[in-house]
Structures are given as C-alpha cells and as structure tokens.
C-alpha cells in the first residue's frame, strides 16, 4: 500500500506516570503502532498531539476524517465512550481493543474486539505484544481493504428514517423504503404496481452493493424473483445480483473457515 493514511487512537490515557498512562503507552507504541505502519498507516493520539485550538473539535475532526479508527474500550472510560458513538455516527472504519471481554458493555458486545489480556504493573510481555499484533493485522486486513463497507447502527437507523420521510415526495426514495421493508419483513409485496421503471437503475445498484458484500438474504432474494411485476430486464439483474451475493456470501464463509483453523492452531484463546 503506497498512499499514506490516517488512524485516530481513542482511548483512556490517565495522568503523566499513572498506571493507567504507562499502560496506554505501552498498547500505543508497541502495539498499535507498528502494526499500523505495516499498513502504511500513520497512528495519531490526541494527547500525543501538539496543534493549537479547541482539544473537542480537534478529535471530532479527527474521528471523521479519519481513514481508521482504533478504539481500546479498556477501563470503560466515558470519552472514549462518547468519541466511540462519534466513529459509528459517521460510519467509520473501526477495529476495537479491550483487556477484557467481561469489562464490554452490552452495547459494544457484538463489535469486532481485540482482547488483549491483563497487562502487569512491570510492563506488557513480549507474548502478548505478538498475539495482539497477529489479530490487529487479521483485523485491518478487513477493514482496509477497498471493498469493506463499514456498517453503523446510527447510519442504518437515519437512513431508514429519511427514506420514509422522502418517501412521499420522491420516487427514487419511495423505491428504496419499499425494498428495505421487503427485506426485514420478508412481507410479498407482488400486488403492488406504483414502480417507475426509470428508478429501477438506483434500486439495482444499490442492491448490488451489497451483493458484492454477501449481505443479502437468498431467501428474500428468491421471494422477490417469484414475485409477477418482475420484467424480462428485471428478471436478468436479479438473477445477475443472486449470483453475486452468493459468490460473495461463500467467499466469506470460506475466510471465516480458514479463521477460526487459524486461531485454532493458537494456544491462547482468540480474542478477535
């Protein structure tokens, strides 16, 4: 990877010689750090910068701009909690740390987590330093490459709620509300007519999308092939998006399968 990209570091820093700062700079400099740089990405922590103005706006910029977002979620610390909710407001690529798994909330429960395991007061050892390096590179492995699509609660929910709302007034958005409903519900909408066939390109790409990704049910899929609106053309790009999201959905099962053999043949437990 040639172009140079930005991570932004969020996590509980504590005071100059705390164990809690010791700790952060441990994980920073021989953790996160040079992992990131294996990617050609260039790490930066807001107590480690030195720009004049506002530290708040600083960060939110940061979170935004932000090609990646690191998060050590360890200690619970309410910044790090807030600037967390920031990273998924805006959909942003996101790998998560924590020492422990029982320290995770509910809500962050279901994130992609780095466990790193209990670090002593003498210093992180050499062991834990190369377990959490091999998971943070699986990791970025994903989320940097060019085709992951960062998902976001907040996102997802905005976007439900603006279709629905433009969806009177705006034919492309009353399409896309239709679709979505169709496919949370599995609800068989064949008896309604009031398509337009000059949206159909936004609602096929828009399918496609996640496709490419593996994201879609087959089962809704189907549902929607059998249903009688369906036109020739209709018909050739739902089949063509069929194919796709199960070209997809089998290589991401055969990466998970050739995951866990991985972290199987590991010792340690996996924390990712």
């Not at 700079?25 to 910068?49: C, G, M, S, W």
């Amino acid at each position: 990877m040639s172009e140079s990209k930005d991570a932004f570091v969020i996590m509980q820093v504590g005071e100059d010689g705390s164990d809690i700062r010791n700790r952060a700079d441990q994980i920073f400099r021989y953790v996160i750090k040079p992992t990131l740089q294996e990617f050609n990405v260039v790490p930066h922590r807001a107590d480690l910068e030195s720009k004049p103005g506002s530290i708040t706006g600083q960060i939110i910029t940061s979170l935004i701009r932000s090609k990646l977002v690191i998060a050590d979620l360890t200690g619970r610390n309410a910044n790090v909690f807030y600037e967390l909710g920031i990273a998924h407001s805006f959909a942003q690529r996101l790998v998560c740390l924590c020492e422990k798994a029982s320290e995770l909330p509910f809500d962050t429960k279901d994130q992609r987590v780095i466990v790193i395991g209990e670090i002593p007061l003498t210093g992180i050892p050499a062991a834990i330093v190369e377990r959490c390096q091999d998971f943070l590179r699986e990791a970025l492995s994903v989320v940097l490459a060019d085709s992951y699509s960062p998902s976001s609660p907040v996102m997802e929910a905005a976007g439900s709620q603006s279709l629905d709302k433009l969806a009177p007034s705006n034919p492309v958005a009353s399409e896309l509300a239709q679709v979505r409903h169709l496919l949370e519900s599995l609800v068989h909408r064949a008896e309604e007519s009031d398509y337009r066939t000059t949206d159909y390109d936004t609602l096929r790409d828009g399918l496609m999308k996640h496709a490419n990704l593996g994201l879609l049910s087959p089962k809704v899929l189907q549902e929607m092939r059998r249903n009688p609106w369906l036109s020739g053309d209709m018909t050739k790009w739902l089949d063509a998006i069929m194919d796709a999201n199960a070209t997809a959905a089998s290589a991401a099962s055969e990466a998970r399968q050739a995951l866990a053999r991985k972290r199987a043949a590991k010792t340690d437990e996996p924390p990712f």
